[in-house]
């Protein structure tokens, strides 16, 4: 088994700042990435970020593009997850997992509990 756990969710203001983390209690074989979703209610999980443990390279969905990073500590097994520039619209409970893909659920097997983030405008 693999413990994820997310900090750093908050309230802030639009334009500001926060840096979300998820600490992996160990990682797996085989496990090639970690991810960062993002759900609000009543729609899909929706893939934000993610970043692969060998090589740190990093995938974004559009929207993030230019605002957030990910980046990872593999020593701590950890990520983080900057976020700037925020919007309203990026509200939401954002969810960490681990896995082999990187922009689908499916491929994620362990997922974090979730941290709300909540921009306000």
């Known amino acids: 088994q693999v413990q994820l756990v997310e900090s750093g969710g908050a309230a802030v203001q639009a334009g500001g700042s926060l840096r979300l983390s998820c600490a992996a209690s160990r990682r797996r074989t085989g496990h090639y990435a970690m991810g960062w979703f993002r759900q609000v209610p009543g729609k899909e999980r929706e893939f934000v970020a993610a970043i692969t443990w060998s090589d740190g390279s990093t995938y974004y969905v559009d929207s993030v593009k230019g605002r957030f990073t990910i980046s990872r500590d593999n020593a701590k097994n950890t990520i983080y997850l900057q976020m700037n520039i925020l919007k309203t619209e990026d509200t939401a409970v954002y969810y960490c997992?681990?896995?082999?893909?990187?922009?689908?659920?499916?491929?994620?097997?362990?997922w974090g509990q979730g941290t709300q983030v909540t921009v306000t405008s």
């Open positions: 997992a681990a896995g082999v893909g990187i922009y689908l659920e499916i491929n994620y097997e362990y």
